[in-house]
């Protein structure tokens, strides 16, 4: 009803208000914001046409008692009507996987809502579901690296090495410059065997982004087991000046600027 009350004093501040809920609803969709936090606060994504509606209906039918009567009643029945639509719509919209499942199955065209519907179930836990979505939306636009490093992720934590390294391959293919892809198949490729290909990623990961601690560490690391102590004392501190309070980072650190062996079996 706020429409309503703000015709009745100021009918342009109602007009633009009406249209700039209108397009506060439409703003993730013309690609400037990003479904999540933004997404939960459009839980009222019909209120803009509401509010465009009742303004329309008063103004036409201001001019007699009768058709303010009229208005009236068409925005008070407006307001009623909108009620249980706003109450599902609230329902789907109050949870990241209750939303991107709902907009997965809506628009199963959409590649971006199978990515964000991976992710949300990927932080619930549902591991095989998150590979499933983010196969589809791979499936639907394979130049989604984020989806390329996210599946090769699972894939890694699950075991499967070779894929997961297809994978980030993938990604770095779409996106050269894309230094966490790097890190990623640095590592899986030095699990794989392929320590020249491992710091060969890792270097270039280390390029693109000199504040990235994860690769000067996996660097130190690789350095280290093989015994070059002047390149891994070089990383490790590279990496400890990026991330000094990560306990890995510090213990390496230490054990490369003492001299220490590499542990037995490691």
Request: aromatic share 10%.
């Amino acid at each position: 009803l706020l429409p309503a009350v703000l015709v009745r004093f100021r009918p342009r501040v109602t007009l633009l208000t009406a249209w700039a809920w209108a397009l506060l609803f439409l703003l993730p969709f013309a690609g400037l914001s990003q479904f999540g936090p933004t997404g939960r606060l459009l839980y009222l994504p019909g209120m803009g046409i509401v509010a465009l509606l009742v303004f329309a209906s008063l103004q036409i039918t201001k001019r007699s008692r009768f058709g303010q009567r009229v208005g009236a009643a068409f925005a008070a029945g407006l307001a009623v009507a909108f009620v249980p639509f706003l109450v599902g719509r609230t329902a789907a919209w109050h949870d990241d996987v209750v939303l991107f499942g709902r907009m997965a199955r809506e628009a199963p065209a959409y590649a971006p809502g199978h990515f964000n519907y991976g992710s949300a179930l990927a932080a619930r836990g549902d591991l095989a579901g998150a590979a499933d979505e983010f196969s589809r939306a791979l499936a639907l636009d394979s130049n989604l690296v984020q989806a390329c490093l996210n599946l090769g992720a699972l894939r890694q934590q699950q075991g499967g090495l070779a894929e997961a390294a297809t994978l980030y391959r993938r990604a770095v293919k779409s996106r050269p410059d894309y230094a966490a892809a790097r890190v990623n198949l640095g590592i899986v490729l030095h699990k794989l065997g392929d320590g020249p290909g491992a710091v060969s990623e890792l270097r270039r990961a280390l390029e693109l982004d000199p504040g990235s601690a994860g690769a000067a560490f996996n660097l130190a690391w690789l350095f280290y087991i093989k015994g070059e102590s002047d390149s891994a004392l070089r990383y490790a501190g590279i990496a400890f000046q990026l991330a000094p309070e990560d306990v890995r980072v510090r213990g390496l650190f230490e054990r490369v600027r003492a001299g220490q062996l590499v542990p037995t079996g490691r």
